[in-house]
Each structure stands twice: as C-alpha cells, then as structure tokens.
C-alpha cells in the first residue's frame, strides 16, 4: 500500500473536479484522483451550452437568468445559491473564454449564444439567447479547455484509481482510499481537504444518456460514511434521447428551431406551453410527451415521438411563431447553417439510425440524464450534514455529485455546465484556503479497512453464485418502469420491494476474474453496488414526498403541495439498509412561490 | 442473429503470449461491437478487459482494431462491417496490458509534449477576446479531437519508433498554432520540426482514414509542414 500527501485531493476529473484542481493548486498542493483518463469525463457528452447573460445577441440580465432558474426549479432551489450561480456565470464563461475555449462566434467575433428550454425575457416571456455555445460540443471543449489548462498548471493526476473510500478522523475529512486498476494496489491519499466531483449515477435507469462510469461513486461513499444525500427523488429525464439508445439529442436543436411531432404530425406542445412551447422546461416537455405516448399517439403506434430539424419544418413554425433574428429580419434556417451549428448530432444520426435528420425526422424518447440531488453543500462548496446545515470540516463536493442546490426539482438545460465551472471554482478556493491553514492529523492504520473489506465481500470465484449484469438489468427496468418521469406508491412500493430483493441477492455473487490487473470485473460490481444503494435511497426519497414539483411527478398526489413540501429531502441509508429521511427548508430571498407556467 | 467474435485475448498473470478466443453472441444488426463486448463480459465471461465509458463516440475511451482497422467499438454497428466473425484485437504500437487494454501513458505524454493548451501572456480584457467566425473556422476541424489514439496507433511511422509524437499530438498542436488568440505558435512549430515531430508522417494517410471524428489529419500535419518551411501561417 502507498501512502500520498497532498493539501488538496480531487476525486474525479470532469468539468467541476479539473475547474476545482485548477484553483486549488494555485495556492496548496492538489492531487486529481480519476477512474477515467480525464478526457473520458462525461462532461465532455455535454452539448448545447452554458447559461450567461452575456446579453451578446439581446438584451439580457443575470437576474432574468435566476428567475428563470428559480422557477425551473419548481420553487426548491435556494434562492441565495441561484442568484450567487447567475451572477458569477458572466465571469465565468469569459474566463473560459480567456482559458481559450473555442466558443462559436457572432459576426463581430463574440461569444455566440443560443435560446435554450425555460431561459427567458422576463418582460415578454419569449425565449432568450443565454446559452453560450462552440457546435454543439460544448462540454467537450469545456474538458478538453480545463484538461489543457490543468497540463499547463502541472497538476498531479492520478488517472485510472478507483476512489473506494473517505476517510475520516473524528468529523473531519482527512483523505481518500482508492485502488490502481492496472494493479489493484491500495493508495491513501492523506489530505486535508477532500473535493468531491465524481459526476452522476444517470445508470440506474434503463434508458440513459449516462456513460458507464456514472454510477454514482461520491454519493455512495458518503452514504456509508453517514453523511446524507439531499433530494434524491428529483432525477431529470431529458425530452430527446434517441430511440431505444438513449443517446442525448442537445435541446439545441429546438433552441435552432426544432419541433416535437407526435404520430398526428401535430406539434403537440402548442397544448401545454403555449408561449414557449418546445422550449418550455424539460421536466414539463417529458412528461407532455409521456401523455401524448399514453394517449396512443406515438409515431405509427410505437412508443416514441419525432423531434423534427428539417429546415423546410423550422422555417414554416418559425413563420407561424413569427420569429425573428436579432436585427429583425425573420428567421429563417439553411441546410449549410444546421451542419455548421449541429455537426456532432448530425453524425449520431447518421451512425446509430441511419438517417439524416436533415432529410428525415429523429426518433426520440425521455432518458435519464441528470441528478439535481446529491451530497449537501452551501454555496462555497462546503459539504453539509444536516437539518442545520453543520459543515463537515475539510469536505467540499462540486457538480452533479453535489446539491447546492441550485437545480432544486428541475434543471435548466445550460445550467449544469454552469454549475461545474462555478462551484467547481469556488470548491476549490475555498478547499485550498481551509487545506493552507491546518494539521495534518495522524491516520488510522486500519484506514483501508473498510474498503478492503468491500471488494473482498464481492471478491468470490469459486462456488455457486449470481452474474452482477442480470441484477444490474433488473435493477434498471424496474426504476424505469416505476420511479421514472411519473411516479405511484403502489409502483414505488414494488420497486423497492424488488430493489431490497436484489440487494439481497447482491451479496451473492460469482466472479470470472481474481486477477490483479484491470479486474474490471471486480469494480464494476462495486459500481454496480453504488447504483442499487442510490436506487434505493431515491425511490425512498420520492415515496415519502407526497406531491408533484418539477422532475417528481406523482400521479396520485398530481399537484404541488408548497404548505407541506416546500422543502428539502435528506436521505440516510443506515447501517440495516433502511432510508432515514429529516426536511430542511428552502432558502428563499427574493421569489415567493407561484404557478409555474411556461 | 448469432454473431462469432474473435477476440485478441492476454491475460499477463496467467499467459505466455496473447491468444485468440472466440465467442457466439445474439446481436441485433444495429448492436454496437461495444454491446457485444458487453453481452460477453456481462453474461459469458467477466474477466474480458476493456475500456469504455460514454458509449456513443465522445469520451473516446474504446478505440480497437476492428476486422483490422482502427475504430471507436461505441461508432461500429454489426450491419456496418462485413458478414462473418467480428475480429476485435488491441491497438498496436502501445504495449500490450491486458485483452484490449493497452498503455495509454506514452501516447499522453507526447499529447502533452507539444504545449497543447493556450499562451497568451497579455492583460485579458473585461469581456471575451474577440475572434471573426472565420477565425475561428481556421482551426475548427482540429478541435474536435478526442484522444482517443486512433490516429497514432494506425501510423506505420508511429509503429517504427514510438518517439514519434504521432498524428493526435500534431492535430492538437494544429489546433493552438491557426488559433488566432494563441501566442506560442513558433514554439510549438520548433518542438515540431524536431526529428520526432511533423517530418516522421509520410502521408500515409491511415490517421485520417482511422479518425472516428473525421478530422482531416493529413491536412492539418501538411500545414503544419508548410508552416515551419515557409515561417508563415498564412
């Protein structure tokens, strides 16, 4: 076993951990630690934008921008987080800019912005030029911009360790376990302050636009380290996932003027978004397209919708809605323009269906996409423990991991790159100004213990046993089926039950590999061991909470309940695998709760 | 259908030298050979080793010689690739590890040996520096790479001497030399004109062919060429 000092450690490297290695290393010694190579990190599958009210293209305000955030929240994002994100966000995005992210251009060579779901003006209520856009690969230049950076700034990675394991002497974070994967060694990582940014768990779901690696490693391992997890029951299903893949079709493309079709070749959410329609939220765009499904009205039958980019169809809705440039001159779009602004969804269009959707309409269908709850943290990154909002010394987490919370029951599309650069940043000051100033404490020597243990427990080739992909399967289909855009007590009992069941039936398994070297086998059944935990504590979360607010929709509590649910949820899993669950409130400052229509 | 895949197999704990191995799976014609690989991890053999993560052509973790040729496992349908047994091997010019598993450190050494991220020295201003979106388009191509090694471990002069930077490290050196905000350009064009540098590529072609995001690499290394022999970005 080795055993490594820095002041700062980073678990994960997508956009929130590199942002957050990047400014602690300024000041403290800074280790990134990464399952991946850091160019794997999913932030780089991001596409359509960052939220900033650069007000490049039109007029625009950072406090238009909170609004529209705390009311695509449904109300349960803290007000003081909100306005601190949209704030900073300007900064930010010319920071990255300066860092040399290809940003898209306008004419007179600044950064182009595109409209994006639930961004707004907040005098006429018509859709906004907010997200800030290079293609449609955004995240990949954010990854690959920070990645870049961090090179230049000779950070210290440590790329394909498993982190395993926090450790903690007397409430105060003190470091991580994590395993090399080419040799199954044990590492501790001493250090005084632990930055948490190990991204999503979109893999609890059958139909996801999550890559493998989201299996939600940081939230599980806090959960085993007593620390809660906060509003787990909001989930976000992204309206256009590719068919039966799950693949994630940006909203750009109905930023750019595309439509959804129903099997009536009607543009269905006219019905329930009247002023913004097809960029209404994307909690409200999931569920209409749900009901359009239910109501047989999917394409020939089937259970998918068309999201249509053709520009002859952009053009006509674009002249019924009599949208127009910024100078003026109504909106009209060209092939050559599409190609220029969509390249990368063209491509997967064109590999994984066949077909070109600017010839022909795309198949698509809600899939899992993003986590608004997470570990609990103030707005300085500072993970916190409970009703109170008790800091947990030394221990900060940013991004999806993380709930600010600045999503409350609902995201804004832009908003989650936003997040990482922001609190990413922030996480990382304020980690290196807490890691400057104190002791290093003596470990324990059975640091490794608890992580040992783990892989050991799963570490079995011989006798009788189960394969971890069929509870893997199982797992997925039922949280699909049953806690996924709409919700019941009775299909939430059911899956429970049946999550318990394969929890159960976890501790039983048989591996093919007890080797040492890339035992793939081994962590994924780890990982896999994170996802039921959280599937768990998530169907928990949203059986108790007895209303529909934002990406929680109960179909026998339909309305939102703000006398008794204007809070938030967090989540224990105790030692005996029940879900302990306490409230704490909502920050609210300058918006009052009211209808949310869009 | 019932598809055969023949897999390039070594286990460095248990094998002498590396073995084929061939598996029957259920596919669908639009399965991805990265679901084939899963479907034989998950349901035949768990010890199979490979890297993966986004599954649809971004994060660039997959990269592997199918039926010979470089490609992303995640980019690669059944119905794409010719009838018959799927032959999956690792990349080559990077040492073998484990099964498709091979040593990606030197490939990310010589990314970063060519200053692959943005000098620019000068007082930034208040708002974003500005760049015309011809500007931009100069160096557009290039910033879509991913890293995934394709593009290197198809070169033949990257398999003779693995000092070569190789085509990935070139394309991202292309991208900051035509950026119009950057100011290392000269640098990096002397770190490429070393004997390591542009003047290994032969214009074989293969990076390009190899490339799952289609950038014009053979191009980007021409310019680069051109720009050391006549000092000039233009």
Known sequence: MKVHQFDVVVL??????????????????????????????????????????????????????????????DYLGDQDAIEFMCNEAVRAVYELEHMGLPFSRTPDGRIAQRPFG???????????????????????????????????????????FQVLDLILV????????????????????????????????????????????????????????????????????????????????TEGVRGEGGVLINGQGERFMERYAPRVKDLASRDVVSRAMYLELREGRGIDGKDFLYLDVRPETV????????????????????????????????????????????QQPMPVQPTAHYAMGGIPTNRFGEVVIDEKNKVLPGLYAAGEVSCVSVHGANRLGTNSLLDLIVFGKHAGLRAAEYACQTQFKTLPKDAADFAREQLDSLRRCKGEGERVSAIAEEMKEVMMEHVGVFRTAEGMEQALKKLQELKERYRNLKLDDCGTVFNTELLNAWEIGNLLDLAIVTTASALARKE???????????????????????????????VKLRYKPVVITKYPPKERTY | MEIKVKILRFNPETDKRPHYQTFRVEAEPTDRVLDLLEKIKGYQDGSLAFRRSCAHGICGSDAMRINGMNRLACKTLVKDLSKGTITVEPLLGLSLIKDLIVDMDPFFEHYESVMPYLVNDEP????????????????????????????????PSFWSNGRYVGPAAIVNAHRFIFDSRDRAGAERLRILSDQFGVYRCHTIFNCTLACPREIQITKAIGEIKRAIATGSLD
């Open chain 2, 124 to 155: 930034p201003p208040l708002k974003e520096r500005l760049q015309s979106p011809e500007e931009r388009e100069r160096f557009d191509d290039t910033t879509k790479c991913i890293l995934c090694a394709a593009c290197t471990t198809s070169c």
């Open chain 1, 170 to 249: 007397n409430g105060v974070a003190q470091g991580v376990v994590a395993i090399e994967l080419a040799t199954s060694e044990f590492h501790i990582f001493h250090a005084n302050a632990v930055i948490i940014a190990t991204g999503g768990h979109g893999r609890i779901w059958k139909i996801t636009s999550n890559a493998y690696a989201m299996t939600g490693d940081g939230v599980a391992i806090a959960l085993r380290r007593g620390i809660p997890a906060e509003d787990m029951e909001f989930f976000q299903f992204h309206p256009t996932g590719i068919y039966k893949l799950g693949i994630l079709i």
């Open chain 1, 315 to 358: 053009n006509k809705f674009a002249a019924l809605d009599g949208r127009t440039r910024p100078d003026g001159s109504p909106y009209r779009v060209t092939t050559e323009e599409l190609l220029l602004k969509l390249p990368d969804i063209i491509d997967f269009c064109r590999t994984y269906l066949g077909i070109d959707p600017i």
């Open chain 1, 118 to 160: 639930g961004h707004t003006n907040n005098i006429t209520g018509k859709p906004v030029r907010r997200s800030c856009y290079a293609a449609d690969r955004t995240g990949h230049m954010i990854l690959q911009t920070l990645y870049q950076q961090c090179i230049k700034n000779n950070v210290t990675f440590f790329n394909e």
């Open chain 1, 12 to 73: 994960g490297a997508g956009g929130a951990g590199l942002m957050a290695a990047l400014y602690a290393s300024k000041t403290a010694t800074t280790a990134v630690v990464s399952k991946l190579y850091p160019s794997r990190s999913h932030t780089g599958t991001a596409q359509g934008g960052v939220g900033a009210a650069l007000g490049n293209l039109e007029e625009d305000h950072p406090e238009w921008h909170t609004f529209d955030t705390v009311k695509g929240s």
């Open chain 1, 548 to 578: 529909s607010r934002g990406a929680h929709a109960r179909e026998d509590y339909p309305k939102r309940d703000d006398k008794n649910w204007l809070k938030h949820t967090l989540a224990w899993l105790e030692d005996d695998g029940k």
